[in-house]
């Protein structure tokens, strides 16, 4: 395992498959509801056309160190987003998204850098969906957690996503806005 912030050079990503089976369960996360969901839903789901979930793979070891599963999703208009829409002439109720269902780093290469390059993979996938599509967010839902070290929704922020609606429990809806800056 390196010392060191992980680049993409030294990833190697695939979609998820039948043939990845066997390795699935050594993947290792604190986050068991994550871990859980790559070796017991990954593959059905994107069976059944659900989500795609691709797993990263640090090269030199070719050990499986990360995944991420992604969705389609849209954003109800609500509130200042609402009003931000309306004034730019936009009327619709709701607008297209790209949905990070999913990320997770196994526990042996947390604070590499992969969740970031995670963020710019799926940055990187928008832009290309977007050319044949329409697509204006990505999306996510951000676990709270007392513990600063591993809060996602701190995570999100630092990357430019804003917290849609608040909530006193559960999970809060994140977005990132693909053309506004």
Same mark, same amino acid.
């Given at each position: 395992?390196?010392?060191?912030?992980?680049?993409?050079?030294?990833?190697?990503?695939?979609?998820?498959?039948?043939?990845?089976?066997?390795? %699935?369960?050594?993947?290792?996360?604190?986050?068991?509801?994550?871990?859980?969901? %790559?070796?017991?839903?990954?593959?059905?789901?994107?069976?059944?056309?659900?989500?795609?979930?691709?797993?990263?793979?640090y090269k030199p070891t070719k050990e499986l160190v990360a995944y991420i599963s992604?969705?389609?999703?849209?954003?109800?208009?609500?509130?200042?987003?609402?009003?931000?829409?309306?004034?730019?002439?936009?009327?619709?109720?709701?607008?297209?998204?790209?949905?990070?269902?999913?990320?997770?780093?196994?526990?042996?290469?947390?604070?590499?850098?992969?969740?970031? &390059?995670?963020?710019?993979?799926?940055?990187? &996938?928008?832009?290309?969906?977007?050319?044949?599509?329409?697509?204006?967010?990505?999306?996510?839902?951000?676990?709270?957690?007392?513990?600063?070290?591993?809060?996602? %929704?701190?995570?999100?922020?630092?990357?430019?996503?804003?917290?849609?609606?608040?909530?006193?429990?559960?999970? %809060?809806?994140?977005?990132?806005?693909?053309?506004?800056?």
């Open positions: 395992m390196p010392n060191e912030r992980i680049s993409m050079a030294d990833i190697d990503i695939q979609k998820i498959s039948a043939a990845h089976k066997p390795m %699935l369960a050594s993947f290792k996360s604190y986050e068991k509801e994550l871990a859980d969901f %790559l070796v017991e839903d990954a593959i059905d789901n994107q069976d059944k056309s659900i989500s795609i979930t691709y797993l990263w793979f992604v969705l389609t999703d849209a954003i109800n208009l609500q509130g200042n987003l609402k009003s931000y829409f309306r004034k730019a002439g936009i009327t619709y109720k709701s607008l297209p998204a790209l949905k990070i269902g999913r990320l997770c780093v196994s526990d042996a290469y947390l604070r590499k850098g992969l969740g970031t &390059l995670m963020i710019e993979f799926t940055n990187i &996938l928008a832009e290309k969906i977007r050319k044949d599509a329409g697509l204006r967010f990505i999306t996510t839902d951000a676990k709270r957690n007392p513990n600063p070290y591993n809060d996602s %929704l701190h995570f999100y922020k630092k990357r430019g996503f804003d917290v849609l609606k608040e909530r006193e429990k559960g999970t %809060l809806p994140m977005y990132k806005d693909l053309i506004k800056k």
